[in-house]
Structure formats: C-alpha cells, structure tokens
C-alpha cells in the first residue's frame, strides 16, 4: 500500500513508514489527553500579550517623541488655575487605592493586586510631582525628605505587597 502525499511520484511512502507515522502521531495525541494536556478543543494559536503587546509597544512608541516634542516647546514655568484641585485629586486617590487595597487585603481578594499597583503608581507620582514643582530652599528640602522617607518606601512596600499577592494566586 502506498500513501500519497503530493501530487509528485516522490512524494509518497510505503505503507510501513505511513503506518509507523499514523501510529507515533496517534501516541502522541494519547499521551497529550492522558496528561490534560488537550481538551479536545480547537483553539487559535496567539502570540503571549497578543493585541495587548501590540498596543503597549504603540503607546511607547508615540510617547518617546512626544516628550522630545514637550520638552522643546513646554514653557519652564506656566500657572495652574486648578493648583489646590489637582493635588488634593492626587492624594484623594491615592488614599483611594490605599485604602481598596487593605480592604481587598483583609478579605483575601486577589483584585488587591491591582489596587496595591495603583497605589505604588500613584505615590511615585506624588514624589515626582512633589520635588519637581516645588520653589528651591525649604520647599525643595521638605518635598526631597517627604518623598525619600514616606513616599518612595510606601510605594515599593506597595508593589511588594502585589508582587507576594501575585505569587501566592
């Protein structure tokens, strides 16, 4: 008996190779169901990320020349009609996600891992915007102190506080 695969004289096999090919295929697919390996259902092949890959690497990709875009035209110092508004909004949310996440914390909710991330986030930001708005002298020293000992350690004891969450999922 002959299998054919092609169209071509040279593409075909004897039946004992054929035969021995069909019989490792049918192991292996045994031995894959044994395992749990396949359900049996067919499913599309997706790269790891996907769209999401995609997406974040656009992002980056049109962020980097905005900032050289920014810096080249942003004036050095600008005044904020809405000053007291924005960083009592900043603070508020991050006690927000401070919050959400001890409370998420004490009822063993694996969402806490996406409110103790948005807590780091944000108290990094706090820092960064504390000690780059800030006037030189006492302003400046106050804001580098604040961030360097409360801001900049509750954010990364916020983002080891996911990262355990994380692993014990």
């Not at 942003?74 to 508020?92: E, M, R, V």
């Not at 780059?132 to 006492?138: L, V, Y």
């Not at 804001?143 to 990262?163: K, N």
């Given at each position: 008996m002959t299998t054919t695969l092609g169209s071509r004289p040279s593409d075909t096999l004897d039946g004992t190779l054929g035969d021995a090919i069909d019989d490792r295929v049918a192991d292996a697919l045994e031995d894959y169901i044994t395992e749990g390996?396949?359900?049996?259902?067919?499913?599309?092949?997706?790269?790891?990320?996907?769209l999401a890959a995609l997406?974040?690497?656009?992002?980056?990709?049109?962020?980097?020349?905005?900032?050289?875009?920014?810096?080249?035209?942003?004036?050095?110092?600008?005044?904020?009609?809405?000053?007291?508004?924005?960083?009592?909004?900043?603070?508020?949310?991050?006690?927000l996600a401070a919050g959400l996440t001890a409370y998420l914390l004490h009822k063993r909710n694996r969402h806490a891992v996406l409110t103790a991330m948005a807590a780091g986030t944000l108290l990094i930001?706090?820092?960064?915007?504390?000690?780059?708005?800030?006037?030189?002298?006492?302003d400046r020293?106050?804001?580098?102190?604040?961030?360097?000992?409360?801001?900049?350690?509750?954010?990364?004891?916020?983002?080891?506080?996911?990262?355990r969450e994380l692993r014990r999922q």
């Open positions: 390996r396949l359900d049996g259902r067919i499913r599309p092949r997706r790269s790891p990320g996907g997406v974040a690497a656009g992002v980056a990709a049109v962020l980097l020349p905005w900032c050289l875009i920014l810096a080249a035209t942003l004036p050095s110092t600008y005044q904020a009609d809405n000053w007291k508004l924005t960083w009592i909004g900043l603070d508020c949310g991050t006690a930001a706090d820092a960064w915007f504390d000690v780059s708005t800030s006037a030189a002298g006492f020293t106050l804001s580098l102190t604040e961030a360097l000992l409360l801001e900049l350690p509750l954010a990364v004891c916020a983002f080891v506080v996911a990262a």
